[in-house]
């Protein structure tokens, strides 16, 4: 046995903190998103890294560091993905097929990073996240009412003011609940599949506003 590891430890590639934090950082995700954020230790990390605590110290000072870098990382990543999904500059000449579009490429960043959007999911049970990605919501319903009030008004509705704030809720809800479908649903809807269903629906809701 090499002097200085642990039996049925091997020693880890030496990568440096800069290169290892990527790492440590995906071994707490996925641990928050099997176990629940208080799972989450140095321990934990390391075992799931198959490294010594050490290795994982070098990274980060504590636990409260990796929670704080992973949320950090994970709500950038989640609203990145929701702005690029959102038009810049809209055409309305198309409204059902820029929501179906819309829809479609948020479901696509779903499943690039499916975790992210589990760890979201989590906030219900966890205070610190729920108070982060309340945040990142904000922002994003934000954009989405600055996009959908230039449509209610091509389409002549009255009393936007009093009905933007409920029908921005709706769209974030009918993304949200559709993301959740998404996770749970295995292959029962593809990307666009379900992104044309909503996209569809959602149409139908504002159209009607």
């Known amino acids: 046995m090499t002097v200085g590891t642990t039996p049925g430890r091997r020693r ?3 990568l440096g903190p800069d290169r290892r934090r990527p790492q440590v950082l995906d071994s707490a995700l996925t641990i928050a998103v099997e176990q629940g954020v208080s799972a989450v230790s140095m321990t934990a990390v390391a075992e799931r890294m198959g490294v010594t605590k050490p290795v994982v110290y070098a990274c980060f000072a504590t636990r409260h560091e990796i929670l704080a870098a992973l949320l950090e990382r994970e709500e950038r990543r989640l609203l990145d993905g929701v702005l690029a999904a959102l038009p810049e500059k809209p055409s309305f000449e198309n409204p059902k097929r820029l929501l179906i579009e819309g829809f ?7 499943a690039a990073q499916p975790d ?3 760890i979201l999911f989590a906030a219900g049970a966890d205070p610190a996240i729920s108070e982060r990605f309340g945040r990142a919501r904000s922002l994003v319903a934000d954009r989405v009412a600055e996009l959908m009030r230039p449509a209610l008004v091509r389409w002549g509705s009255h009393d936007i003011d009093r009905k933007l704030p409920a029908l921005v809720e709706i769209f974030m809800g009918a993304g949200e609940g559709a993301v959740r479908a998404l996770l749970q ?3 029962t809807w593809t ?3 379900l992104g044309e269903f909503v996209g569809k ?3 139908g809701a504002l159209r009607n506003a």
């Open 191 to 193: 990307t666009d599949e």
């Open 116 to 118: 992210s959007w589990r």
């Open 104 to 110: 479609q490429a948020l479901f696509q960043t779903v």
């Open 185 to 187: 649903s295995g292959d």
């Open 12 to 14: 880890a590639e030496h």
């Open 201 to 203: 629906t959602v149409f």
